[in-house]
């Protein structure tokens, strides 16, 4: 598990970042002593977001976050996801790019994996960022418990997939900057749908047990 | 995630009981004291199969371990999967149908999820069966472990999927017949895809780690 990379100094712009899951990434980053950068289409929305977590957090437009970050997290809703990187392609060529978003709809009977034509979020970000290296990860995380002060520790495995070794290696490492959290490799990105669709499966067992669940890799 | 089922007398039949897996789940109910009857095309090589994992375990074709059984697992290969189920609609008419097929490619970069006309094997299932109650369920178990006898316990959580609940309960209480398993309730059957999809994930892990990999549910 444990991989040879020091993240330490990283600093981490996580575009979307005013959502639920980014704020709970962004505070947790932030505890963990890394720079992090909110990102936000209101560059006010974004100060006042990093305001409320408090800590180093700094907010900005999107635009100059993709630019400052060393890596960027995607953690924007669905219904953006190719325009909002399609207008960042410039400030995130060459960075790690780790895409978050779960492709979802939702009904009477709870959520759903909407169809991608790339296949998945990921794929589309690879597909819409060729100078980028795109990794998936962070698909799985309760935004309730990274955001609760009383939670120390996030009992949870992220599994990160990507076909750029060093890349995932990085993320792999970032994960585990957070407390309890453990990065394990999952795969390419063409097998990115399935993780990204399971989070339907994991809002049906949250709501059948009332938790808030997550997944751990067995053996490894 | 206990369930309030009685499933100790149930007889369970294996389709495609001479596989690693269908084996392997034959194993591991005969072991728990569960009447088991593998399938095969063959009743040649069902018999011999059986023979081979010892015990209770009786062989027969997969016509009469459908008529017979309480409850029949697929364990079929992908290929024969439709006709397969076709051929055998007015036996498995009224029983619980546990789909534990995973529809994957394999090339040179590893297991990939294959398309499927119905969603998943699972939706298949249950197209091709209308009156059947047709649960997806075993899909993440490794036949490695479940197969060797030094492993007195499997540490994984099998997610049950289906749109029955008197159906996933039943099955989510087999699953517990497996010393170390639990059966966890994993959404509805048109969520089965991306749980089917995700062995190619873990068949990555596996290479990586060189490990038997399998999930657990966190928070339940």
Redesign the interface.
Known sequence: ?SVDVDVRGISIGILGGTGDQGKGLARRFALAGNPVLIGSRSEERAREAAAGIGGSVRGAGNQTVAAEADVVIVAIPWEGHRATLESLRAELTGKIVIDCVNPLGFDK?????LPVEEGSAAQQAAAVLPDSRVVAAFHHVSAVLLLDPEVAEV??DV?V?GDDREATDTVQALAGRIPGVRG?????L??A???E??T??L???NR??K??????????
Do not use: K
Not at 184 to 188: C, I, K, P, S, T
Not at 211 to 220: I, P, S
């Open positions: 598990m009977q709870g959520a759903y994996a009992d949870l599994l997939l394990v490799y999952g795969g390419r063409r097998n749908h399935q993780v669709a399971l339907a499966n809002i049906s067992v059948r047990y938790a808030h669940a997550g997944f751990r890799v067995t053996d490894v």
